[in-house]
């Protein structure tokens, strides 16, 4: 009997300490197991709240899904009465820090947006520059003009065994503004995932999405880099590119 009551007190113990263990690990931790607690962590709730309006509060979140491909968690929440659904994922620019996206409803920049926006009349001046949203590996679904034009450029370079230079479908950072060669750009970061060193590219978006220009570095069998210029880059814009993919992660401006 006495070896009994020690069998269970042990297993007690064990499961608590299990339980202890996975309310002490960080939100990126969480995200990268695909556990549901990810969704009701503190650091998740923290940019969550920071993604709502200030007057909506948040009542209830549970987990909905784990995107593997992607590494995100999805989650659903209940705000002031209404549903909101999101995603977590890492903080590549941010080492240690989780990222919220909304999916519904729209962020509230979006929101904000579109109730103050009005009927006009129809006007020649051209349409408004893109804002910077989204990761690199959604620039299919937020810039499609510019993902065409991508896809079109990397054509003849030798990425037969590379797809996530092609499809932008790997490791990748948030899109964010840049400034370069006297323009602005939209500025996006992709490497090869489980494989970034000497495997990676970036893309500078022009904001009306009709110029495209970007820089692929690959590491040969023989580990040898070479780097391949996208879009016809003058010195210039290709000494910029070059910056921004060694040393800009959180750079805005090209020195």
Known sequence: MRWLIFTLLAAVLGVAGCQRERLTQSAVDLVRAGAPEACSHADVQSALGARLPGDVGVEEIIFSGFDHERLRVRC???????????????????????????SAPAEPEALAAA???????????????????????????????????WRRQVRGLPLEDRPWARTLQGTAVPVRKAYMAGADYLLGGVCEPHNCGGNEAILMISPDQTRVLGIIRLTGPDRRVVDHLVGSPSALEARCLAFYLENGSDAQRCP
């Open 115 to 149: 109730a103050a926006a009005v009927p006009s009349r129809p006007s020649a001046s051209p349409p408004p520059a893109a804002a910077a949203r989204g990761y690199t590996y959604d620039v299919p679904e937020t810039y499609p003009a510019a993902f065409t034009l």
């Open 76 to 102: 659903e929440a209940l705000t002031s009465g209404r549903p909101v659904s999101f995603e977590v994922a890492q903080n590549l620019a941010r080492p240690g820090r989780v990222t919220v996206i909304l």
